[in-house]
């Protein structure tokens, strides 16, 4: 165990001193009212003044409301018990959710992200220096393992950092070195009593999942495992501001444009092979900045693998999670791939077999009845199509299902595609409205106006569908 002869208290207060944290300073402190938090709020108060203590919990609005008055009723208590106030930042129903919509990296990750925004503002609204959060050496642990099988930067394999500035609020970990057990033995001793959080027993997410079943097998054949997950922390640690200092020096031969970067291929390949990679990510972060892609591990080895097998002499265009990488006279390129989004095709005879190719990857067909051809693709009477056009998806779209008119952007979003790409989904249209909408190729579902599911006529029916061309990874040479 990292604590041997020391208590939770004594952790806390090295901490303190080792980061030259004064005791008078303002500090909040990230609340959920979980054996973790309650263990660094009892730890903080016996070093710390009640005055000098901002205690905040969030409501993210994801459970019951039973559950959720009966937490916070016994947070409240609890801090009642300190001689603390305890703040409620409630960030309204549903807004989680609509966080996952808008952001498409999952719940955690969008229930995450609302919470530090939460905390930090209110930091900063009550004078707060710092902000702290119960993360332990069992957190630590699991994001080293996450990071390290999705195949990380060798830079994050530092894991979570004790100490972080976030501008006018400093984040600090006091307790990474403390495991959940030994901070649980500590509530416990202290005769308090802790919420428990009903999706923390459930294995629906990552972490949880490799909580209740890798992280036990590795203390059992490895009990000095949180140790030597510090140690390693702190190399990497060392080894990543070194390299930042490297990376520094090497980016100085990047040219940055408002589109993105330039750099001479030569730069890049003579780079040390450490740095190569950690260069891309730091140069894709940088072009993507106002894309909001995540992007992967994946990504950067196709990259790195195409710029180390080239040479002055070639040229290449590779479109990747939304930008572009061009090669041309031994200079690199790369930008936000230029997006065409409104589009309209007369089909002057939308019985003719075609194929029409549209803005996105997207090739859009037309084929003659045939039993062979995939039954869930879309059957049109053509004849009863007047003055056809194909076009891109635009605001107030709507059309007539069997479950009532619906909006087009609002059916989209429902395949949670994002919106960023819901203007690349074609729309078939006449004189009596939208005929279809053609979101398969997205991740959706292709969808047939009601009126023409009643007039069917099979005799002259066509099979309209559409597929993305290319995937967003190929590269052409």
């Known amino acids: 165990m990292p604590i041997i002869n020391g208590t939770v208290v004594d952790e806390l207060n090295k901490f303190l001193t080792s980061h030259h944290i004064l005791k008078g300073s303002r500090i909040g402190v990230a609340f959920s009212g979980g054996s973790d938090s309650v263990a660094l709020l009892l730890a903080l108060s016996a070093l710390i003044s009640p005055d000098r203590l901002e205690v905040m919990y969030v409501n993210h609005r994801l459970r019951s409301d039973s559950e959720l008055d009966a937490e916070i009723a016994l947070n409240r208590e609890t801090c009642k018990t300190l001689g603390l106030a305890l703040k409620v930042l409630d960030l309204g129903i549903g807004k989680v959710k609509e966080a ?238 230029t997006v065409i989004t409104n589009y309209c095709f007369s089909l002057e005879n939308p019985m003719q077999v075609s194929d029409i190719e549209l803005p996105g990857n997207i090739l859009f067909s037309i084929r003659k009845e045939d039993p062979k051809i995939d039954d869930t693709l879309l059957r049109i009477d053509a004849n009863l199509l007047c003055h056809p056009i194909l076009r891109s998806m635009q605001i107030g779209d709507q059309i007539v299902l069997a479950g009532g008119t619906i909006s087009v952007s609002k059916l989209l979003s429902s395949y949670k595609i994002p919106k960023k790409l819901q203007s690349f989904v074609p729309v078939l249209c006449d004189r009596s409205g939208i005929v279809a909408v053609f979101a398969r190729a997205f991740g959706g579902k292709d969808r047939l106006a009601l009126r023409f599911k009643t007039l069917l006529a099979p005799s002259f029916t066509n099979i309209y569908s559409s597929i993305k061309r290319k995937d967003n990874s190929e590269i052409q040479k």
């Open 100 to 337: 996952v919509q808008i952001r498409q990296k999952g719940l955690e990750e969008a229930a995450r992200t609302l919470r530090y925004e939460a905390l930090i503002a209110s930091c900063k609204a009550s004078g707060c220096s710092y902000l702290a959060t119960a993360h332990n050496a069992d957190d630590q642990m699991e994001t080293l393992l996450m990071r390290m099988f999705h195949a990380a930067s060798i830079s994050s394999l530092k894991g979570i950092e004790t100490f972080r500035n976030q501008g006018e609020v400093k984040l600090i970990r006091p307790l990474l070195g403390v495991s959940h057990a030994e901070l649980r033995s500590y509530v416990q001793a202290s005769g308090f009593d802790w919420s428990e959080d009903t999706s923390n027993a459930e294995d629906a997410y990552l972490r949880n999942q490799i909580r209740h079943t890798i992280n036990p097998a590795i203390l059992e054949v490895f009990p000095n495992a949180y140790s030597a997950i510090s140690i390693m922390s702190k190399r990497f640690g060392d080894i990543a501001k070194l390299l930042e200092q490297m990376e520094e020096d090497a980016l100085k031969s990047v040219l940055y444009k408002a589109e993105g970067v330039e750099f001479p291929l030569v730069w890049y390949q003579n780079l040390p092979a450490p740095l190569k990679e950690l260069i891309l990510f730091r140069l894709n972060a940088f072009v993507e900045s106002s894309n909001d892609e995540r992007y992967s591990s994946k990504l950067i080895q196709r990259l790195q693998y195409q710029l180390d097998a080239s040479s002055s002499g070639d040229s290449f265009t590779i479109e990747s999670g939304g930008t572009q990488m061009y090669l041309h006279n031994g200079k690199v390129e790369w930008t936000i791939a």
